[in-house]
């Protein structure tokens, strides 16, 4: 690390204002996105000493960024490594690999720590506590710091890792960001039918016979209106009159008619 721009102070303040900043300004618009501006910082103004290329880096890292607090130090450390070698041309890079990563290490996130780690230390300190034994508390708060402790070091392991692949790549950085796309866009993809519903109840009668849309829907496609919301949405975010606001707004309305109508469920 003596030979490179980023030194481990710098790593440090990236990952103390990532524990205490990553949820800092969260918005349904861009969510993570101010807290990891936030966080990347420290790093930014060490590596774009130049005005106008620290303002464009910090608009890529002002765009939409979500995953699991505990594993975005992961993408950060990585993320640094690559503009610290690639400097301002890894822009496109670094944005296909937050989009590739944050669904990815999320779900790994969310699993360990969001479901795991509650369900089985969480059971057993609050069985203890409630039973009067005081070591209940202790082991959940010793599991807390546990975990912060870990959080701290993701950006210092991310960044070692990130250093090594970047450097493995270098050359080849178009191959490496074509790569994080296909990722990004399979992930984005993949949520579509978990993330976005819209049944569709409305029921066609005529005399004894009925037929249900939703049925006649899916014998063609699974889930293919939720797939046409989300290409009716990036239909709106292409226009000039819509940005990601009113398109949440546009949807919210939309659905509040179509369940007044009873057409969605």
Known sequence: MENTKINKQDLKKVSI???????????????????????????????????????????????????????????????????????????????????????????????????????????????????????????WILVNIGILIFRYHTVFIGYKQGAKLVGAMSGRLSALTDAATLLGITVIGALIPSVVKAPITWEFKSGEVSLKLQETLDQIMPMLLPVLVVALVYYLLGTKYFNSTRAILFIVVLAILLRALNILG
Do not use: C
């Open 17 to 139: 204002n990532w524990l205490y900043g990553s949820q800092m300004a969260w918005n349904y618009e861009k969510m993570m996105a101010p807290g990891y501006l936030y966080a990347m910082l420290p790093a930014l103004q060490k590596l774009y000493p130049d005005r106008v290329d620290l303002q464009e880096m910090m608009l890529v890292h002002n765009q939409f960024f979500n995953t699991t607090p505990h594993m975005g130090g992961f993408i950060l450390g990585i993320d640094i490594a690559a503009e610290e070698i690639e400097g301002i041309e890894s822009k496109e890079a670094v944005s296909s690999i937050k989009t590739g990563l944050m669904g990815s290490f999320a779900g790994v996130g969310d699993t360990i720590f969001g479901v795991l780690f509650p369900t089985v230390f969480g059971s057993v300190a609050s069985y203890m506590a409630l039973n009067g034994n005081a070591i209940g508390v202790l082991i």
